[in-house]
């Protein structure tokens, strides 16, 4: 993440505007990736696949934020990846222990663990719920700093970019 803030921090202040279209473009790539992430994640029957698709949603929604370039977005991103990181290990770890247990991969193989084994599976509920960006979670919070860096706030792109007011106006 420090090496993306620094390609993207050069490129933003290497020579004001001719790189725009490259900023551009890794705005569009992470939006096509995270949309790929998504719709990859909720067609999966096998958790690691699953996995591995949501962690391509959730990079893409960092880049989306680094992509801004202002301290807001970066601090949004930095916190969302910390967050998204932290789920993301938790959900790996406990399915890796059920899966362990019940010898498949796949999210069939899991119906009904979560009653004999209760700690964990109150940990993955949180952890994805976490991921899902429910309100009052880590998840949520990142993501909300996040829309909150790109489409409103002090330091969001449109407010930074935005005319300075006229002076004669009272």
């Not at 990859?40 to 949603?57: E, F, I, P």
């Not at 301290?71 to 959900?91: E, T």
């Not at 899902?132 to 700093?145: D, E, H, N, V, W």
Request: glycine share 12%; charged share 10%; aromatic share 8%.
């Amino acid at each position: 993440v420090i090496g993306l803030i620094k390609v993207l921090v050069a490129l933003y202040y290497s020579a004001e505007g001719s790189n725009a279209a490259i900023l551009d473009g890794f705005n569009k790539l992470s939006y096509l990736g995270a949309f790929i992430g998504i719709l990859g994640a909720l067609t999966q029957k096998n958790s690691k696949r699953m996995l591995a698709y949501l962690s391509l949603a959730q990079w893409s929604i960092c880049l989306l934020a680094l992509s801004n370039i202002s301290l807001v977005s970066v601090s949004a991103a930095i916190f969302f990846y910390v967050g998204s990181s932290l789920g993301l290990l938790s959900v790996f770890i406990v399915l890796g222990t059920l899966h362990e247990q019940c010898r498949s991969n796949y999210l069939n193989s899991l119906k009904g663990v979560a009653r004999y084994k209760i700690p964990e599976g109150v940990l993955l509920l949180l952890s994805i719920l976490s991921l899902a960006g429910l309100p009052g979670l880590m998840g949520f919070s990142g993501i909300a700093l996040i829309m909150n860096a790109l489409f409103g706030g002090e330091g969001s792109r449109r407010k930074c970019r935005a005319q300075p007011p006229d002076p004669r106006v009272g």
